[in-house]
């Protein structure tokens, strides 16, 4: 089973702080991808990276960076956290290629509270 | 304009009927991939199933089918015999070829679903 890990479930942080969000993928996937997802919005793409130390900003990428050093980890940070990246943060990962049915698998999810 | 439109925020199905999840989808692209996915209060995002622009069926797995109308551009989501574990937040969402990469996902804003006894 294609297992997607996620270094936390709830974190609480406080403005102005670096906030790290792991996660890890277990089946040698190429993509990794990180989301946050807020009531009425559904998922926006803040982040993915298609290669090691490869990336490409998604939809909402101010704010965030990420770090892909290894094939299994990708990371989020928050430079400097503020209230309005409270949300659900949730990570996937996926074969690459064109092939339009390679589903992407996520992670639980990391509920992050900002104060 | 939203790529992905799910209209219906709160959905209520009572146990062992069948439920319809609407999603429409907006592209200029001829080659493209439809998923369905379902998130429990857990959290986690659960792949359902999954309609591609060329396939000529529609796409069932289990309890799950995908009525898929290409020329509206919709991609429904059915679920027969609902059961009290279907109570979810149901997304659906759209893989094309313009995204730059095959591998990005856009989904909609969701529907959740309450079944009840």
């Known amino acids: 089973d294609v297992k997607v890990t996620q270094s936390s479930r709830y974190l609480v942080k406080r403005t102005g702080e670096k906030v790290f969000l792991e996660c890890v993928q277990d089946?040698?996937?190429?993509?990794m991808f990180w989301y946050r997802q807020d009531p009425g919005l559904g998922l926006r793409l803040i982040y993915f990276?298609?290669?090691?130390?490869?990336?490409e900003k998604g939809d909402i990428p101010e704010g965030y960076s990420v770090s892909r050093e290894k094939k299994e980890r990708f990371s989020l940070i928050l430079e400097s956290a503020s209230t309005n990246q409270t949300s659900m943060y949730l990570c996937?990962?996926?074969?690459?290629?064109?092939?339009?049915?390679?589903?992407?698998?996520f992670g639980p999810g990391t509920r992050l509270t900002v104060l | 304009a939203q790529k992905i439109t799910q209209t219906q925020p709160g959905m209520f199905v009572q146990e062992k009927e069948a439920v319809t999840l609407d999603c429409t989808y907006d592209?200029?692209?001829?080659?493209?991939?439809l998923f369905w996915y379902k998130q429990p209060s857990s959290g986690e995002m659960i792949f359902l199933i999954y309609?591609?622009?060329?396939?000529?069926q529609n796409a069932t797995e289990g309890r799950y089918s995908l009525n898929f109308q290409k020329a509206r551009k919709s991609a429904n989501l059915v679920i027969s015999a609902s059961q009290l574990g279907d109570s979810a937040m149901y997304f659906c969402?759209?893989?094309?070829?313009?995204?730059?990469?095959?591998?990005?996902?856009?989904f909609g804003t969701g529907t959740r679903l309450q079944v009840t006894l």
């Open positions: 592209t200029s692209d001829q080659s493209y991939g």
């Open positions: 990276s298609y290669d090691v130390k490869m990336k």
């Open positions: 089946m040698d996937h190429e993509n």
């Open positions: 969402a759209m893989r094309e070829r313009r995204t730059g990469t095959a591998s990005k996902l856009t």
């Open positions: 996937a990962s996926s074969f690459t290629g064109a092939a339009y049915y390679n589903e992407q698998f």
């Open positions: 309609q591609g622009s060329y396939d000529e």
